[in-house]
């Protein structure tokens, strides 16, 4: 497959791309360092200010590297980089097409996500890192097989709506953000506060955080740049 | 004891056979670095298109090297490598000749099939990573005994039938599959899956995978090749 | 910010903090190390007979250095060192004015400490480890939001009264005593304690230890010099 | 202290000993590794033929060295290597003492010891590992306190009885074996079994192994020569 080029959105080897490709791949490791990515999953981003996108092809989180980056655009068009698309490609392409705001999105198989996929419990925030979530927690995807195809992936954007985080049945979560920081940070919180959940769950009821409280906390809430460094520095340990 | 060479099959010290070893002590590292194996269990594979197997030489997985393989017929003879058969031998001798569809044959003490072995409660598939798996879970084998004859092998392999798993109470599990990487993948899959049924059961009742949508999952599978290179990069860490 | 000199302090470039400094240090790195702390938290250590503190400066305990240490006073006036303060320096400001014995603080997220400060369940000593608790176990601070403020830091400070322990809800707990290494040794056993109760609720009603026998474990209590040692130790793995 | 010397038994210089002293704080260091021990705890070994023994002198397992052992007879009589006996030295002589068959003597803070030594419910072996212990799981020595006295080690002895394990009420447990290996594996295995056992009560009543299906297995144990090789091979990344 020869990479083609498009008006308007930078080629695949532009140097003004590099940042972004090394920070995804980052991401990547870290989601696996961190636990969260067990050889299936990917991380994108969006090219910005453009309806393409950056993800790695069909290879694990924990071994991605920038050669094996792919562009795509919200198609699934392909437009430079390793030619073999992520299975499931239209979880980014959808879920970019139908927010505009979101400039990262992270697709792993977080045993916490799908643990609460498949109860009849939500996944609440019972800790103040839940602040980016609603008081109720996020919605579940019930849609079966792989997200492989343009139909599933817009019935998945549909049930993320407008909120940070939708699980998937027997599957995992998506999660969204304006950063691959912030979607880094998300996912990483996400499964703590599912761990959370449920060793609180097995000892009766929990005393849930409100939305009142939520807000508190959030007034608070910073650019996650505490926390990259710190996963940043815990990659060492992966050589 | 000497090597024994036998018509139609390739010496122990075989050219053809290298790749196959390194396969298969590659494996053993694996499912130790998974942390499915603690010392104890052994992978083998069937040498193509003959009646005979290679495994481990009463060696712990995470210290298997290729100096420590053993081959024998299904009749437990001896046909070169190391010299000590491991215990249970007949694990992988029975399994390999009832089922001649099978290439590899792994039979570790994980935890999580070890809990399911004894509980009244069946292992039955949360995630799509079950796919592989009947919508009821695999059979248990209730035989009491290291699998050191060949009337509990076959008593063994009877259980399994024409499944890809059987848990064997108060002890471990036997997974099996067309390839050395479809075994590892099928094992270590098979212990998320009863961690996550574990964790599961403990809120009440989840919501299964019916045959139906497994069914849909599988239509998705394919050759287990992505999560090989991620298992084998793992590696670097036991060094 | 220019550091700033205060009479009867050292300044925060004296060599007499020196030890103090890298003791601090250290102890953020044992936190981290031991899986207490997550990116996130901070250890204080009062500079010897006088009303200011050392502390990191917004970094994660897992990558604190000597260069990242600030020195302040406990109305939050800086007087060396990097220049931004921990968001939530009036946990130590308040804890170390409300109490002249207390010489070292550390606040982290530890899961277990936040999971009993959402539970209706008091987080009692099951082991001997708990021997600096009441029979009762730790209070619980029920304040919303990050402690940012001294109102809230005098608030936190007085639900810890004069105990070593204060759960704070949705967020972890802050720990006292009279040294960095006793601090840190509280810290990681709290959280054992913490790992230990949740288990052992699990399964009914654990026979917790009285106050009496908590005295009897109590007349045998060192200086914590052998866990220190231990932990450091452990500290040649992160690098 | 001085030293000293008695008729019939090595001085603690002696070469004869070296392979035992060495053996000792491998055995230390793995019970480190395999996150039995965590700061505290002992492994002692009798001098063969003698009424002294060798343990280490109050250091942390995982910070055993050669030189910090010490040889004490069954009085606690001080007979060389470093100076500080460690706090629970009647622990070993009471028990070999009192045990003439036992060649040593392990005693850790295993939390799943501590887990089931205060609750109503025994530790009953569910998998094969225990077959080293009685149907009805070990006895819990119920005194509080360090065992700091000969009078509490003799009581300690006296619940441990011919067996070789016993429990200790919100502390631990005391393992015994006819060798340093052994006793290591049964130390690791009594873990793993405490696991097991805590996650399958968590789901109703487990179908346990009966006195006659624990000799059934009994009758394959083996010297534990692989477990050793596998967890010295494992210490590799200590260092």
Chains 1, 2, 3, 4 share one sequence.
Not at 183 to 201: C, D, I, P
Request: hydrophobic share 40%.
């Amino acid at each position: 497959m020869a990479s083609s080029h498009r008006a308007g959105v930078p080629a695949f080897d532009a140097a003004e791309l590099d940042e972004l490709k090394h920070k995804l791949v980052t991401a990547c490791h870290i989601l696996d360092r961190e636990g969260i990515t067990d050889g299936y999953g990917h991380v994108a981003a969006r090219v910005p200010g453009t309806n393409v996108f950056l993800t790695i092809a069909n290879v694990s989180p924990g071994c991605a590297t920038i050669e094996r980056l792919i562009m795509q655009d919200f198609d699934g068009k392909y437009l430079g980089g390793a030619e073999t698309p992520p299975n499931e490609w239209p979880i980014h392409a959808c879920v970019f097409k139908a927010r505009p705001d979101v400039m990262s999105v992270a697709h792993t198989h977080s045993v916490w996500s799908t643990l609460f996929s498949v109860l009849p419990i939500k996944l609440k925030p019972l800790h103040h890192y839940g602040k980016f979530l609603s008081a109720d927690g996020p919605p579940v995807y019930q849609g079966v097989g792989l997200v492989r195809t343009v139909e599933r992936g817009e019935d998945l954007a549909r049930t993320l709506g407008k909120g940070p985080v939708v699980l998937m049945r027997s599957h995992g979560d998506t999660v969204v953000g304006d950063s691959i920081e912030q979607v880094v940070q998300r996912t990483v919180r996400l499964a703590k506060l599912g761990e959370l959940a449920h060793l609180a769950l097995l000892h009766g009821a929990p005393r849930y955080l409100s939305t009142e409280e939520l807000e508190t906390f959030s007034a608070d809430e910073r650019f996650p740049a505490r926390g990259w460094e710190y996963y940043v520095s815990r990659l060492k340990n992966r050589d």
